[in-house]
Each structure stands twice: as structure tokens, then as C-alpha cells.
């Protein structure tokens, strides 16, 4: 009812929080009474309070509050809503600075409630900001009950993937937070004290790992709150000492939990996040990765729910929690730092010096020693090298697998037989990590056979599926300027096909598959390095046999023309990036082999401007209509620098110049293309033995092939015989003097054999 009283919206709101207390406390005790020891499961534990988040008081809570979390207030129950939510506000401000314990508790709890419903803490934040409420109640925390100190450590747990409150439980919170952590670290187990314990290790262990660039919603990546990070920032400098003993806490809760249950819980969901945030920390990744059994007992948890099915309502968010987390803790082990280039990192310092001012200078206001000895483990830790050593770990451990395993239970969690229907955020997360592990070219091989590759299929959005313009768009950037999960996924697998036989690693049709999305990482100018990988990857499907057909298709057709991909990759063989271009090369290669694509060039060979070959003059320089030419294109590539460039096009070209009407142009319509294949033949240049036998291999064979046309085309016979560098070269390839290689000798004997014999007519 939008016209409801003041009056009655206190009544309401007063109601469900209480009940929301009562449920916690799994009974109708009352509020007053001490009844939080007396239930065989302590109601602040975090398994009671996650049974009492998906309660009727919280699903009614939430639909009250469902305008402001997601609209933030525009509908038409904007009144009641508004109504709502200053009135929560006032009765939570309220029970918090009570002086009755219980109270205060039901408060602290309360409010982590609403933040686990209002994610964007349109309702929490206002109270926490604007406030001294977080800092009051830090002050007077250690005079507190234990229950009390629970439920607010509880808050913030919860709170703390905002950025705001980041900073305000790091600024006022940090010494309390870290005495309870090391006043309780011997509690007995199972012990309210050790309750404690374990939230304060746990909260502690985030405000450490949390770098000082996070902002938003943390670590499920929702919305972005302003706020500032001088708290976190505080911790950098924190002792060796003491990073080891926090990492060691979650690590040693983790392993008892999951070694004295199979049951997914709360808190073992709570010290898994936290893991994760530690992970954020360069100094510490190598740690956790080499953690092994931790590692493998966490991969076969998720591997073990992701089978299962039909689970309690209640279980649902812990058990996606914790799976969130897992693949996140996987994703930081293996994240490689993006390329800078030089104005990027000198644009990097100057932000470092802005936000740390005397990080350079020893002395007052600057960071001590072991402040910078951390930020210089923590660079490297980054190095490509430490990351690819996680990586294999990380592997041996059995990720690809619990991956693999997650993607493959999607289809159950969308018939409702699993968890839930995988969130977009876990899937961005497990295609980053397949992407991380895939620049391993020795894990390449690993993560096809643990079903990495069909996992990455499934990935693919259904846009990207249904797409079939061609030739393909490339892949549009999400909001913000990051890549979007099928480029991620795409760039994934063009890694995997550059290391891996094609026909064993994407057998049937599968091949075929991969077509659209790797031209559609060539069509995007933004990536070099995807270009490059995607032409790579194309070059080794290109190379597969004949036999693979998909409807009578050669794959190669389908590259180049069903998929029009031919005008892009010609696009990139002219590319300014010599990788590029090399790449571009190697496959248009490959994909002369193709029938279509060889008659295709060699149909084109004829200048389309002028129309006709200027016979018996080899073109003129004046003229530009040899540049219309196809194979033009070729003849500027077989001059390239890049030594890889020439022997691919030296390739592309012994087999076109099979044709006649290759040869006629190259003969007679270009100016300079006999000069060309001449100084190739003769191994001009070539930096080493192997690079002059492959250079003159090519070279002759394109000769061997013009003299072996004079049947077919009279002029360009008379062209070649009269161009006596043609036959002295021959004769000196004949005899062994330009290169040794059998080969070679025996391509030059049979040219001059054919250079010798007289046409018929002549005759």
C-alpha cells in the first residue's frame, strides 16, 4: 500500500527485523532473554546466519527493499520504499547504540543482512558514511560481548566489498580487528572464542589483500561505490611475519573444514574469500599455489557439488559463494600484468609518486623498508615466469578439470537439477582462467585433455553463436573498455590451436567451429597479439588434411570464402606489425593448397585496370596496372626483410607459378618480379645455410615452373631463354655451387633440360 501511515511502516519494519533476530536464533526466545548459548547450533555462527538470510523475514525484507536495490527508488513504490528505508535506518541506528546487548547485536546483524539484499547499499551505505556508527562501535567493541563482537565482525564481512566501507573498517577498525585475531588464535575449536577467531582472521586477511585500486562491489565485481583507500594503503607495509599467519589462519580452517566435512559451509565459504583476497597480493601468490593439497582438496569440493544436484534453498548461496571463490583464487594465481608500453609506465610512476609521495625518499613520510622489499616482491611475482610456474601448479593441482566441470554441470543448473544457472561473473572468471593457463604453451596440451577445449566452446554467449554475419564482426568491448567473455574465449582457444594438431584436438566438426571466432579476433585492430595468435591459429587448421570436410567443404574454402575471411587476411599480410604480416603470410600459404583458393589467385593474376598484360616489355614502370594484380601483392612479400615472409611467400609462389597465367604476369606484366625471384633463387641475404637452401629451394622451383610453360605460352619461353641470368643460374644451381641440397640440384637440371629442348614451332 503506497498511502501506509508512518506509523504502520515502523510496525513493519520493527516486525521483520525482529524476526529476523528470532530466526537467527532458531527459536521464539524472546530478544531480552539470553537464549544466543542455548540452541545446539550458536545463532551467530555463520552457518545460522546464512539459514537465516533465505528466511521468510529476509524474502520479505528483500521484496520491500527490491525497488531500491535495483532501481534505486524510481517506480511507483517509491513513497512506501523511501518510507522503508529511513525507517530501517532509524530503528537499526537505534538497536546499535543501545546499551543492551542483544540489542546492539541484533542491530550490527541486521544491517549485514540488508547488505546482503541491497547490493548496491543504497540503505547500509547512507548509515555507515554519513555516520560515526562504524567507528562508535569499534571503540566500545572489546568491552562488548562476544556475540556482539561476532555479529559485528559479521558486518563486516559483508561490508567489505564495497569500497567505502573498505576503507572505513581499515581506518577505524584495523588495530581491534587484528588484536582479536591474535588474542583468540588459540581458542580451543568449536569455541565462541574461536568463532571469533576465525571472523577476525578472515576480515583482516581482506583488508590486507585488498589492493588499493579495488573499488565497487569487490570481488563479485557489481556496481562502484566512491570512497577512499587511505586505510588499505596503511597496510601495506605490514610485516612478513604477519602476511604468514594470516595466510597461514585461512589455510589451516580451510583444510579442517574440509577435512571434518563434505558439506559446503558458511565459514568454509568466508575463509575461502578471503584466501582469494590475499591471493591479490603478489608476495603471497607463490605461496598458495605451491599449497598443493589445499589446492586439490578445494578443486575436488567444486568438483564434487558441481555433479551434484537438488540442493537445500539455503545451501544455494553458500555453495555459490564458495565456487565463486574458488575459480577467482584460480584466476589471481595465473593473471598475467597487461604489456605497458613506454608512456604507460612512465604515466604508472607518476601515479605511484602521487599516491605515495615519499615512497623515493628515505627518511620522514616515506615507506620503510619493508614496505618497498613488498612492493618489490610483489612486482616480481608478476613476471611472466613465476606466473607460468603457477600455472603448471595450479594445473597439476586440477583446475582444468574442476573447470571443465563447472561449464559441463551449466546445462543441469539450467534444468534446475544443479546449483543455480551459472552467473555471468563465474563465467568471465573461468574463461580468464583457461585463458591464463592457455599462454603456457606445455599446459596446452593438458587442458585439452582435461576437456578444457569443450568447456571454452560452451563459454561462446549465444549471440556469438547465432552470429553469422560475414565476414565476422570483431568482438565488441563491454562497458568500461574491458574484452568481452568471447573474445576472452576465442583468444583461449587460438592458443591452444597454435600448440596442438588440429585434427586430434578439435576433431569433428569442432574445427569448423573455430573459424568465425578466430577471423573474428583478426578483424579487430585493437589486439595485435590476438591477431597474431588468431592467424596462427587459422595457419594450423589450414594445414589439416584434405579429408576434413564439412558438407564437401575444405576448411580452407570455408576460411576463405564461405567465411569471406580471404580479404582479411590479405588485409593483414600488408599489416605495419612484420609478425603480423609474417603470420598472415604463413596462412595464405597453407590455404593455396586449396584448390578454390589457387584457381581464385590465379584467375586474378591479369592487372584488372588496364585489362591486358603489356607482353614482351615485363611491364612498365610508369604504368600502374601491374599493381592490380592478385599476385602483386605477393611479389612485394617475396621482398620483405623478414626472412619467415619470404620463405612463406616463395611457397605461396611455387605453387601458383604451376599456372600459366602466374607465370605471364610475372614474366611479362611486373616490372621487377624476375629481379626478385632471381636474387631469392640465388639465396641473396640469407643469414644461414638452412635459410639459403629453403630460399633457393623455392627460387628454382618458380623457375623450373616458367621454363615448364613454354608449351603453353611461347612468350613467356622466349622471355626466360633470353634473360641469360636465368641460365647461368641454373647452370651454377646444377652444379652444386648455390646450395648442396640434392633437392635443389635436381629442379635445376630439369630446368635447364627444358631450357635446352626447342618448341615445336620453332623447330
Known sequence: RTDASPDQVRILVRGVLQVLRTEANGSLKSLTQPAITQSSTPPWSEEALATAKHSGSVVLLSELLGDVATTGGDSEREPLVLKLSQQIKVQVEDWIQSTKQAECALGLYCLATIFSIDRRGRIALPLLANTDLLKDAFELAEYNAIPTQIALLTLCNEAFADSSCRSLIASHGRAYIAAVANQNKDAPEGSDRRRLFGLASSVLAKVYGAPPSAG?????????MPGGESGIKELSGVEEEDQTSLLRAQVDAISLSLRRSSAITASLATHVESLNYLSLRGRLKDRIASNQQLLADLYAAVRRISGQGNFEPSAVPVITAFRFSVVALSQNLTQYLPELNEEQKALQKLQKRATNPGSSVAGAG????????????????????????????????????????????????????????????????????????????????????????????????????????????????????KQVRDFVVAQALAKIAISLPPHLAFPGQTAFGLVRPFLALCVGEENGLAQFEALMALTNLASMPPGAMEEGRDIRTVIAFDQKGLGVIEYLALSEHFMIRRAATELLCNLIADYEVYEHYASHAKPTASGEVQSGDGGKDGDKAYRTSRIHMFVALLDSEDTPTRMATGGALATLTMDSRVCEFLVLGHPTAMDIILRVAGGKDAESKQVKEGLCHRGIAMLANMVGQKRDNKAIFDKIRADRRVERLLREAARGEVVESEVVIGLARKALNDLAEVPADDA
Open 216 to 224: 565497487g562491489r569487490g570481488m563479485t565485481g557489481e556496481g562502484e
Open 366 to 481: 616515506g615507506k620503510d623498508s619493508s614496505g618497498r622489499r613488498g612492493e618489490e616482491q610483489d612486482e616480481e611475482s608478476h613476471k611472466p615466469e613465476r606466473v607460468q610456474a603457477r600455472s603448471a601448479l595450479v594445473v597439476k593441482a586440477g583446475c582444468v578439470s574442476c573447470l571443465s566441470e563447472i561449464v559441463r554441470g551449466q546445462r543441469k543448473e539450467e534444468e534446475g537439477e544443479g546449483v543455480e544457472a551459472l552467473s555471468d561473473g563465474i563465467k568471465d572468471l573461468v574463461a580468464q582462467t583457461l585463458c591464463n593457463l592457455a599462454t603456457t604453451p606445455g599446459l596446452r596440451g593438458l587442458i585439452a585433455q582435461q576437456g578444457g577445449i569443450g568447456a571454452l566452446m560452451r563459454l561462446f554467449s549465444r549471440a556469438a553463436q547465432e552470429d553469422r554475419r560475414v565476414p565476422p564482426k570483431p568482438f565488441m568491448r563491454a562497458e568500461g573498455g
